[in-house]
Structure formats: structure tokens, C-alpha cells
């Protein structure tokens, strides 16, 4: 036997020493890891993590390298018992110092829910995120966050006294970052892809992936007649038309996807043709009817069958085209009586539902 362990040579270990280990086996109670000596290092399940909710195999594989700190050379069964959580602690100040002074990512994972805050495993040690540090909104829910592996920056830190982190700051940079790359990029007259993130009275905000565009209302469809919370939801995802880009507003279009039905207006009607229409405002000169999504014309009180003050918004009506120009965007029109021999034109556009008008956007390329 001698003779045999003399072949080998043996890293001389002592109670307090720091070593490199690599694991061999993961145990329902701990893991064994080779560090070098003649005998294997056995590291208990309390000793792997500051994390008292640890599932060993989640977060260890066999072949990972890690610092171990020797508690005793040889136990009552000959093997070393080992700690990561006390190697860490005494490796951490120097790592620390040096990641706070430059502003490095670091690696953590969420362990514990305090008050204010949260606790995160960094290094090896206990860090406290601050609610207002662990996210870019408001965080309702801390217990969500528990087990997540996030990446953070430290923003306070006293050696063996106080370790202060964010998660915010991480995520802000990431943001600026696709914004400035973003805005290299991004152009006028472009169709680019976007997630619905509010809905307001004034328009629609999309995220494009670092930056918000708006969508204004008046850009929203060529229809005055459009309820905004028919046509977009919150989470969405659509393409939308990049109208203008002033510094870093952008705004967006979601009409200009399709063409400006006054264009086109000549190939669709003629002046005579008979159409259902549904009224979109009513004054006390007349109505508004539209005849097609974003085709919209006066129909003058005289012009009405009934009095001006009997006809409301959303009422159908047929009308009668007098007369249109596309260039003035002007369309006159003449209430007349439905059963009219002369009625031979049905709007299909108004039975079009809200859904297709979705579907439209969301299938555009």
C-alpha cells in the first residue's frame, strides 16, 4: 500500500484552506466533489446555498467547477466535509468591491421576500433589492419574483455591513441600448412590427422593442366611426406604418397600411349610385353618413327626409350620391327612401366586422 500511494501525489490540504472542487455526484443531501486530496469532499445540502428552498440539482451539475472552504480534513467517516457558502463569503469582499467600483452585471437569484424588498444570492451572499429596484413598474406581488435568476448591478455597498442591488438599472440599460439601436435604424414610410402597450383617449402606445411610437387616434383607420378598444387590445402584436420620426417621438399609423379610400374613390362609385350609409355625427345643418370605412359625406337637413333633430349617430340611412371631388375630399349626398326602384347598391364595407378589420392589419406584410 506504500508503495501504491507513493505513485500519486496529493494536494496538501488544512481546516480553513479555500480550494477549487469540481463535482462527481449530486446526492439528495448535498454533492461530492473532487478536490485534489485522497479522499473526495462531501458538501452538506446547508452548506451548497444561502437558499433554504434549494433543489441541488436544479442548480449544481455534475463537472461544475466551485471554490469549496475545508471544515474538517477527514470527518468520523474519513472524507472531507466542505462548505461553498463559507468559501464564497471569503472570496465575495474582493469580488464585491471590485464589481461595484466598475459597475459589473452580476449574477443573482431571488431567495427570500423582506419587507421593502427582496433578498437575492449574489456571489454567494445576501443582497437586498428594494421593491423600486427590482423592476421597471411598480411590483404589486414580490412573492412572484421568488426563485427567479435575474441580473443586477450593486448600488451600496459596506464590506460585511450593508450589499444594496439593483435589478432596475440592468433593465433600463438593456432598454437604452435597443432604443439607440433602434433609432439608428428605424425610418420614415417603414412598416415595422409592435406590442400594444396602453391604450389612452388620445391614441395607442406600441412598444417597438426599446422605444414607444404612438398611434394617434386620427391614424388609427381611415373610418371616423371606429371605437379604439374594438380594433386594439392591450398585449397585442401588429404592424404599424412609421408616419414621422421628430428626435426621438415616433409617431405611427395603423390607416396608412391600407390606401386612402378617397383615391380609389372613382372605381368604387359614381354619382346616382344608391347606398346605405350609417350616420357618424349629426349638427343642425345636416348629417355626416359614411358610405365606405373612411368615405364620409354631408347629406344637408333639406336633404332629409325627416327633421334634423330625429336622426342620431349610428342611425342607417340611404342615400343618394349628388356629387363627390377626391381632391377636396368632399362628398355630397341625398337621404332617399329605401324601397326606391333606383336602390341597386348594397355597402358591403359597413357589414364588414371588427374582426376582419383585425385580421387585415394583423396579416399585412
Do not use: C
Not at 1 to 18: A, L, Q, R, W
Not at 43 to 49: E, F, I, N, T
Not at 50 to 56: D, G, S
Not at 267 to 279: A, H, P, Q, S, W
Amino acid at each position: 500500500m506504500d508503495d501504491f500511494m507513493n505513485e500519486y501525489t496529493f494536494n496538501e490540504i488544512h481546516s480553513g484552506d479555500i480550494v477549487k472542487g469540481k463535482i462527481i455526484k449530486i446526492l439528495n443531501d448535498g454533492i461530492i466533489a473532487d478536490i485534489g486530496y485522497k479522499s473526495d469532499a462531501f458538501v452538506p445540502k446547508s452548506q451548497l446555498s444561502l437558499n433554504p428552498n434549494i433543489r441541488i440539482s436544479d442548480d449544481f451539475n455534475v463537472g461544475d467547477e466551485i471554490d469549496l472552504y475545508i471544515i474538517k480534513r477527514e470527518d468520523e467517516n474519513g472524507d472531507v466535509l466542505a462548505s461553498k457558502v463559507k468559501a464564497d463569503t471569503e472570496l465575495a469582499e474582493e469580488r464585491l468591491n471590485t464589481s461595484f467600483k466598475n459597475g459589473d452585471i452580476l449574477n443573482g437569484k431571488i431567495i427570500e421576500v423582506v419587507k421593502g424588498g427582496v433578498v437575492a444570492e449574489v456571489l454567494g451572499v445576501k443582497a437586498f433589492i428594494p421593491a423600486s429596484q427590482l423592476d421597471m413598474h411598480y411590483v404589486d406581488d414580490l412573492n412572484s419574483y421568488l426563485g427567479e435568476k435575474i441580473e443586477v448591478k450593486i448600488i451600496d455597498y459596506i464590506p460585511s455591513k450593508k450589499l444594496v442591488a439593483s435589478r432596475r438599472i440592468v433593465l433600463e440599460e438593456e432598454k437604452n441600448k435597443k432604443k439607440e439601436t433602434l433609432l439608428k435604424n428605424i425610418r420614415e414610410g417603414q412598416v415595422i412590427n409592435g406590442v400594444v402597450k396602453s391604450i389612452t383617449k388620445f391614441g395607442v402606445f406600441v412598444d417597438l422593442g426599446g422605444i414607444d411610437g404612438l398611434i394617434p387616434l386620427r391614424e388609427i383607420s381611415w373610418s371616423k366611426n371606429v371605437n379604439i378598444n374594438d380594433v386594439l387590445h392591450i398585449g397585442d402584436r401588429v404592424d404599424v406604418y412609421v408616419d414621422k420620426i421628430d428626435q426621438e417621438k415616433i409617431t405611427l399609423s395603423l390607416k396608412k397600411l391600407f390606401p386612402d379610400p378617397w383615391v380609389n374613390i372613382n372605381e368604387k362609385f359614381k354619382v346616382g349610385d344608391i347606398i346605405l350609409g350609417i350616420i357618424t355625427n349629426v349638427t343642425t345643418f345636416g348629417a355626416f353618413v359614411e358610405i365606405s370605412e373612411g368615405l364620409e359625406g354631408l347629406a344637408h337637413k333639406n336633404d332629409l327626409i325627416k327633421n334634423v333633430k330625429e336622426y342620431k349617430i349610428g342611425d342607417e340611412i340611404t342615400v343618394e350620391i349628388i356629387s363627390f371631388d377626391s381632391e377636396k375630399k368632399k362628398l355630397s349626398l341625398k337621404e332617399v327612401e329605401k324601397n326606391s326602384e333606383s336602390y341597386d347598391l348594397e355597402r358591403e364595407e359597413l357589414n364588414v366586422t371588427i374582426t376582419d378589420r383585425i385580421q387585415n392589419i394583423n396579416n399585412y406584410s
